[in-house]
């Protein structure tokens, strides 16, 4: 299994209160991104980075910074979470050119309601 | 506007039989396509991909067709096992968008004993 892990696996928060989410990967993959699954939905990219420092948005980007500073590390930040956010949370990695075109290694997830 | 579809939110199959999930999508530009199978609580992981350029590519009991004239792709598991029960997700993605991943809502197959 690839070496991918968030924290916190669980979280639940009050409306109006700031929340981070960590992916720590120990895989040196290039690529970086975080999904929310919602019922319906399935998987809806949020952002992600192809780099260190290099970020960009995915398709449910408001509400949401990241922040990249280690190749390892990809932090997601609701700065002041609503219920709408409540969600499960996937990290995802990928190496592009290593693997499977297109394949992504994901994390175990964070289920975060928001109250 | 769902770019990739997966209208069976659910499948029931006999154990043994075939398994034959289903997958459309709308944009033409896709040119890469991939399955992935979701256990509760965990992340999802990679089963098998195809390339635009092929109608067809198999892994073990897993096959997935691609019919790029009707926008539609099929994952077909042969013979279903206990263990195939779990969420199924269809992803595509294109060299233009640097190949992120566009998800269907996945398909929740149940295989009975």
């Known amino acids: 299994d690839a070496g991918i892990t968030q924290s916190p696996r669980h979280k639940v928060t009050e409306t109006g209160t700031p929340v981070t989410l960590r992916c720590h990967q120990t895989?040196?993959?290039?690529?970086m991104y975080w999904y929310r699954q919602d019922p319906g939905h399935g998987l809806r990219l949020i952002h992600y980075?192809?780099?260190?420092?290099?970020?960009d948005k995915g398709e449910v980007s408001d509400g949401y910074s990241v922040s990249r500073s280690k190749t390892e590390d990809f932090l997601l930040t609701l700065e002041s979470a609503t219920s709408s956010q409540t969600s499960v949370y996937f990290c995802?990695?990928?190496?592009?050119?290593?693997?499977?075109?297109?394949?992504?290694?994901f994390g175990p997830g964070t289920r975060l309601t928001v109250l | 506007d769902q770019q990739v579809k997966q209208n069976s939110p659910s499948l029931s199959v006999q154990e043994g039989r075939i398994s034959i999930l289903n997958c459309d999508y709308t944009?033409?530009?896709?040119?890469?396509f991939l399955w992935y199978k979701k256990y509760p609580a965990e992340g999802p992981t990679f089963l098998i991909s195809?390339?635009?350029i092929k109608d067809k590519n198999e892994d073990g009991r897993f096959t997935v067709f691609l019919n790029k004239s009707a926008k539609h792709l099929s994952l077909h598991i042969v013979p279903s096992q206990p263990g195939d029960s779990a969420v199924y997700f269809c992803?595509?993605?294109?060299?233009?968008?640097?190949?992120?991943?566009?998800w269907g809502a996945g398909t929740k197959l149940i295989i009975k004993p």
């Open positions: 980075s192809y780099g260190v420092k290099d970020t």
């Open positions: 995802a990695i990928s190496e592009p050119g290593q693997f499977v075109l297109g394949e992504q290694f």
């Open positions: 944009n033409s530009m896709f040119d890469y």
């Open positions: 195809i390339s635009s």
């Open positions: 992803a595509a993605s294109a060299m233009d968008s640097n190949y992120q991943l566009i």
């Open positions: 895989e040196n993959h290039r690529y």
